[in-house]
């Protein structure tokens, strides 16, 4: 099941801040973010794993509540190279094969950081 | 280190036709996972091949298939296309395809179907 982003889009003003919301109705073992500017290829921001870790990018963080089944995407203080969309990609299960390669990603959230 | 690399990296087919996409993965990656992106809906799961092996599968019709070669490259076909097929695909890389992997993206390849 594909998880659910919110909000769809956001526009910012540089050094405001912004979270992203990533929620599936199943049970994660991770959850991966990823920025994707237009015309490119996404690009690996972090994973978290169940657990609750909270791993950080330059100004960028989040967090996954393993209860909820939700993460969240931290801009803070943003710049203009924030701009781009935001995908969450969600895995199931734990270590057996089955789950393993099959990300599933969210609608993706698009930031728009003006000057 | 070279990054995926995809080719072609655009293509323009008519409907009914069948349609072959590249994929080369970072060396030393040996799972190599396929991804739909249209519009409004994200990336969509393909699939996913390990060690040559399909390991997963997402929902899409038979129409799509893909490989894997023993040096991890990938192809993935796409037959009797339809006009919703038209679409980016990207392929991603990584180790082994682990849950605490990150995915290496390729640029894509840009689907038209007329």
């Known amino acids: 099941q594909q998880p659910v982003q919110s909000p769809q889009a956001v526009i910012l003003r540089e050094g405001e801040d912004a979270v992203i919301n990533c929620s599936s109705s199943k049970a994660l073992y991770s959850v991966h973010w990823y920025r994707q500017k237009h015309g490119e290829a996404p690009v690996f921001l972090m994973i978290l794993l169940k657990g609750g870790e909270q791993k950080g990018h330059e100004k960028i963080s989040a967090s996954f509540n393993e209860k909820k089944q939700q993460s969240s995407l931290y801009l803070t203080a943003s710049q203009l190279s924030y701009s781009g969309t935001y995908f969450c990609?969600?895995?199931?299960?734990?270590?057996?094969?089955?789950?393993?390669?099959?990300?599933?990603f969210g609608a993706g959230t698009q930031v728009v950081v003006t000057p | 280190k070279a990054g995926v690399t995809q080719t072609p990296r655009y293509l323009i087919k008519t409907r009914g036709q069948q349609v072959t996409l590249s994929c080369s993965p970072i060396?030393?990656?040996?799972?190599v996972s396929w991804y739909q992106q249209t519009p409004g809906q994200g990336l969509q799961f393909l699939f996913e091949y390990f060690s040559e092996t399909q390991r997963n599968k997402g929902n899409f019709p038979g129409r799509f298939s893909g490989r894997q070669f023993s040096n991890s490259r990938s192809e993935m076909n796409v037959s009797t296309l339809e006009l919703g097929d038209s679409a980016l695909y990207l392929c991603?890389?990584?180790?082994?395809?682990?849950?605490?992997?990150?995915?290496?993206f390729g640029s894509g390849t840009q689907l038209s179907v007329l």
């Open positions: 990609g969600t895995e199931k299960g734990g270590m057996t094969t089955d789950s393993w390669g099959k990300l599933q």
């Open positions: 991603a890389s990584s180790l082994a395809g682990q849950p605490n992997e990150k995915l290496f």
């Open positions: 060396s030393g990656h040996r799972s």
